[in-house]
């Protein structure tokens, strides 16, 4: 998946722009650019390539998530539906606006369980934010029938299924705000960064405002824009956006060579009676940048997961046992262990997620093993990597 992998000639051009110029900041200094403005053309190219009206640029995908929120004006008590499994960023961008991560149960989309969501719907909920896992997505027509129920905004984390699809509609776009990662790790990265997209103006407006101090970014003088509301500082650089212009161009080979990869692993293991792959919803298009799959049991999983990495098949995964990416353990979360007091309405509102059920959750990621899928390996090494997946895995049913 990760874009790094990738680093060439045209991102280095691209950055030797900004360095040209020497503006490295997005705004500002119009005279000395040299017309370069690399997050401006980033966000247009963006917003284009996902079928959005806008997009705004930050500095990371946890900024993304956290400026999305803000955008919609989500803030301290309101309750967000969240999975139990997704990166940690999912309730640092909601504890952040002093708002109530609720952890909901995940199914055999490794993403949130509609069911479970329409259960956990208090009046206070706000939110509902799926996270599309590992170059998957959770089925988003039915998330959007109880938002429209109940009233609630559907904020997508796309930061690790960029360009896949839903019913035709780029991941991110389909819901009322959608967020990107830029990371090192991502399909495409900046280095650091990431994104928000939507086709609300005012979001939009908000966004642009929240993540540069309040700026209005009206006029050409910085000093004398007006501030109509309170922001943050979580602007992207011109560096950074610089690589994303290089990076974006690339997005829809890189997905060719995943969806290559892929289908190489999977269709070489889908003989094997033993497993069972990861469910994509109806109308769902993965950006393949991870294949999932099942074993029977949660033992035969953690052991066929140690046997891969025994056999030399690196860069799997299982997320049962992670420390970032599945709640079993986020003792920091469910013990509350901050630097400082937290706001009232966490304190008070947050739930003893150490005497939660998620047995639903457990009995799916329990049996998950995800292969992250790569961008620069050959087609030889494609090849062995398979056979040997299979040949590991068919031991253990
Ligand atoms: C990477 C990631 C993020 C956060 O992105 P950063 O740019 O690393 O802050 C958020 N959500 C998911 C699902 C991610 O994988």
């Not at 500095?59 to 999975?83: C, Q, R, Y």
């Not at 086709?199 to 101090?213: F, G, I, L, R, V």
């Not at 769902?284 to 046997?307: I, R």
């Amino acid at each position: 998946m990760p874009g790094f992998e990738l680093f060439g000639e045209s991102e280095k051009g691209q950055v030797q722009d900004v360095l040209d110029s020497g503006v490295l900041m997005r705004y500002g200094f119009d005279g000395m650019r040299n017309n370069h403005w690399k997050a401006l053309e980033l966000e247009e190219a963006l917003a284009k390539r996902m079928d959005s009206k806008y997009a705004q640029l930050v500095s990371s995908g946890t900024a993304a998530l956290t400026v999305a929120l803000a955008s919609a004006g989500i803030g301290a008590g309101d309750e967000v539906i969240m999975p139990t499994f997704t990166f940690v960023a999912s309730f640092e961008s909601i504890l952040a606006l002093g708002a109530i991560p609720i952890l909901v149960d995940v199914d055999d989309t490794l993403t949130l369980d509609p069911t479970a969501v329409e259960n956990a719907i208090t009046d206070k909920t706000k939110v509902v934010m799926p996270v599309h896992m590992c170059g998957s997505m959770a089925d988003l027509s039915a998330l959007k029938d109880i938002c429209d129920k109940h009233s609630l905004l559907l904020l997508e984390d796309a930061c690790q299924a960029i360009g896949g699809s839903f019913e035709g509609k780029p991941l991110g776009s389909y819901g009322d705000l959608g967020c990107f990662s830029f990371d090192y790790v991502k399909t495409i990265t900046c280095g650091e960064g990431g994104a928000i997209i939507t086709n609300n103006e005012q979001y939009k407006t908000n966004a642009d405002h929240y993540s540069d101090h309040g700026h209005d970014h009206v006029g050409n003088n910085r000093g004398a824009e007006t501030h109509p509301f309170l922001g943050y500082n979580f602007r992207i650089s011109e560096l950074h956006a610089a690589v994303g212009c290089a990076q974006i161009e690339r997005l829809d080979d890189f997905l060719a060579i995943q969806e290559k990869n892929y289908s190489v692993l999977r269709n070489t293991l889908s003989p094997l009676k033993n497993i069972t792959f990861r469910k994509v919803p109806t109308g769902g298009v993965e950006n393949y940048s991870f294949l999932s799959f099942f074993l029977p049991t949660q033992e035969l999983a953690k052991a066929a997961h140690t046997a891969l990495g025994e056999a030399g098949v690196d860069a799997c995964f299982y997320w049962f046992d992670n420390n970032w990416h599945y709640y079993k353990k986020w003792e920091h979360l469910t013990s509350k262990r901050s630097l400082g007091k937290m706001p009232q309405e966490v304190v008070s509102q947050l739930s003893d997620y150490s005497k939660s059920d998620f047995s639903k959750s457990d009995a799916w990621i329990g049996r998950t093993i995800s292969c992250l899928v790569k961008l620069s390996w050959t087609e030889e090494q494609v090849a062995e990597r398979a056979s040997k997946m299979k040949e590991v895995l068919s031991k253990f049913s």
